[in-house]
């Protein structure tokens, strides 16, 4: 199977630069409430190749879809194709002399799987035009850049994680990320060592009112925090979460709360577990967000329960959805050598259910955001 790269339109390029997906080890919508996220990068890049042009519109075609795209500095853009502007309007918001290009972009990123596909593009997207731009912006920097272009631009209401771990994971590492202060920490993560192995199982569910429920959750956790009186549900600490929740009359919004309040503390002891070399034990803590995504957070489809109970069941040390719910993939912990009887033991479950047959990988860490021609 060919690569992006492979794929990619002979350019010539001035550059050309690659981005990847991500999953979320664990700390699952926590990143806009000021919480923590543990992502790692995944092998599956976003390739952009790009050159200058000498007129300030930008076309960008996809190999995915076929299709391409041009724009102006002030002309709206929607779809696929409002992530690359959206990158070219944040960058102009932020004071940056955007020349204009032609771009193309392949991609081994799935789209629709919770892998973070649009943060890879936007990513890979601003690497390249800040590389023909000659500017010096700072990775750091970067997420902030991408994550304004997502919520303002294109009208995604995201966490900052996304752009975050496609921009700064390193190979062989999870990213830890204080998503307040933004302060971030190379956990060293390499399950080989350990005889494990991750398996991403794509539960191929339909995504279906992503958008609106994430954003209905969004609201009542910030609704949650103005009524306890705090900046975010981050500074609710897990002692107090009882006294917290007795002050919150709606049900649901208690719930909402919970999960958050316990997931960041899920965080904390996965790290923990990884700084100390044992990786079996985050295992249950992965099962735990996952009950609690389904019961709480009620993000979790069918497809993807049915993933986690079969992978359980199946000698699985701990498995989990991972993404904004609603579909998309389930990470399981597995003894390396147990990956393939895992695997057939979630198609079989999945052929009982009737569901569409899932698709199934095995990941290792891999690098963020590096320039590649």
Same mark, same amino acid.
């Given at each position: 199977?060919?690569?992006?790269?492979?794929?990619?339109?002979?350019?010539?390029?001035?550059?050309?630069?690659?981005?990847?997906?991500?999953?979320?080890?664990?700390?699952?919508?926590?990143?806009?409430?000021?919480?923590?996220?543990?992502?790692?990068?995944?092998?599956?890049?976003?390739?952009?190749?790009?050159?200058?042009?000498?007129?300030?519109?930008?076309?960008?075609?996809?190999?995915?879809?076929?299709?391409?795209?041009?724009?102006?500095?002030?002309?709206?853009?929607?779809?696929?194709?409002?992530?690359?502007?959206?990158?070219?309007?944040?960058?102009?918001?932020?004071?940056?002399?955007?020349?204009?290009?032609?771009?193309?972009?392949? #991609?081994?990123?799935?789209?629709?799987?919770?892998?973070?596909?649009?943060?890879?593009?936007?990513?890979?997207?601003?690497?390249?035009?800040?590389?023909?731009?000659?500017?010096?912006?700072?990775?750091?920097?970067?997420?902030?850049?991408?994550?304004? +272009?997502?919520?303002?631009?294109?009208?995604?209401?995201?966490?900052?994680?996304?752009?975050? +771990?496609?921009?700064?994971?390193?190979?062989?590492?999870?990213?830890?990320?204080?998503?307040? #202060?933004?302060?971030?920490?190379?956990?060293?993560?390499?399950?080989?060592?350990?005889?494990?192995?991750?398996?991403?199982?794509?539960?191929?569910?339909?995504?279906?009112?992503?958008? #609106?429920?994430?954003?209905?959750?969004?609201?009542?956790?910030?609704?949650?925090?103005?009524?306890?009186?705090?900046?975010?549900?981050?500074?609710?600490?897990?002692?107090?979460?009882?006294?917290?929740?007795?002050?919150?009359?709606?049900?649901?919004?208690?719930?909402?709360?919970?999960?958050?309040?316990?997931?960041?503390?899920?965080?904390?002891?996965?790290?923990?577990?990884?700084?100390?070399?044992?990786?079996?034990?985050?295992?249950?803590?992965?099962?735990?967000?996952?009950? #609690?995504?389904?019961?709480?957070?009620?993000?979790?489809?069918?497809?993807?329960?049915?993933?986690?109970?079969?992978?359980?069941?199946?000698?699985?040390?701990?498995?989990?959805?991972?993404?904004?719910?609603?579909?998309?993939?389930?990470?399981?912990?597995?003894?390396?050598?147990?990956? +393939?009887?895992?695997?057939?033991?979630?198609?079989?479950?999945?052929?009982?259910?009737?569901?569409?047959?899932?698709?199934?990988?095995?990941?290792?860490?891999?690098?963020?955001?590096?320039?590649?021609?």
């Amino acid at each position: 199977m060919s690569t992006a790269l492979e794929r990619l339109p002979e350019g010539p390029w001035d550059a050309v630069w690659a981005s990847p997906g991500r999953v979320n080890l664990i700390g699952e919508h926590t990143d806009y409430n000021d919480g923590f996220v543990l992502p790692f990068a995944l092998p599956h890049l976003t390739v952009v190749g790009g050159r200058r042009e000498g007129s300030p519109r930008w076309t960008v075609a996809s190999e995915q879809t076929g299709e391409s795209v041009t724009f102006g500095p002030d002309e709206k853009v929607e779809g696929w194709a409002s992530y690359v502007a959206g990158i070219v309007w944040a960058l102009r918001e932020a004071g940056h002399d955007v020349p204009g290009a032609s771009l193309a972009v392949a #991609s081994d990123v799935p789209f629709g799987a919770g892998l973070s596909s649009s943060a890879a593009l936007e990513c890979a997207v601003m690497a390249v035009l800040l590389d023909l731009a000659g500017l010096d912006v700072p990775m750091a920097v970067r997420p902030r850049l991408a994550q304004r +272009a997502e919520n303002e631009y294109v009208g995604a209401p995201t966490g900052i994680m996304d752009q975050s +771990a496609s921009t700064l994971c390193r190979a062989g590492h999870a990213l830890f990320l204080d998503c307040r #202060s933004l302060a971030t920490e190379q956990v060293p993560f390499d399950l080989a060592a350990q005889g494990l192995a991750i398996l991403v199982v794509d539960s191929k569910a339909p995504h279906a009112h992503v958008t #609106s429920e994430y954003a209905a959750r969004r609201r009542s956790c910030e609704e949650a925090a103005k009524i306890l009186d705090v900046a975010a549900l981050r500074d609710v600490e897990p002692d107090g979460l009882d006294a917290a929740l007795a002050r919150l009359d709606d049900e649901v919004m208690r719930k909402r709360v919970r999960h958050v309040v316990t997931e960041d503390q899920r965080v904390l002891d996965t790290v923990a577990a990884l700084r100390a070399g044992d990786a079996r034990a985050i295992g249950p803590l992965m099962t735990a967000s996952h009950e #609690s995504m389904r019961d709480d957070y009620e993000i979790t489809v069918p497809e993807v329960d049915t993933v986690v109970t079969a992978a359980l069941a199946a000698g699985a040390y701990g498995a989990r959805m991972t993404g904004g719910g609603f579909g998309g993939c389930v990470l399981a912990l597995v003894d390396a050598d147990r990956c +393939a009887a895992v695997e057939a033991a979630v198609r079989e479950a999945f052929t009982q259910a009737g569901f569409t047959p899932p698709d199934a990988f095995v990941v290792t860490p891999a690098e963020g955001t590096h320039r590649i021609g």
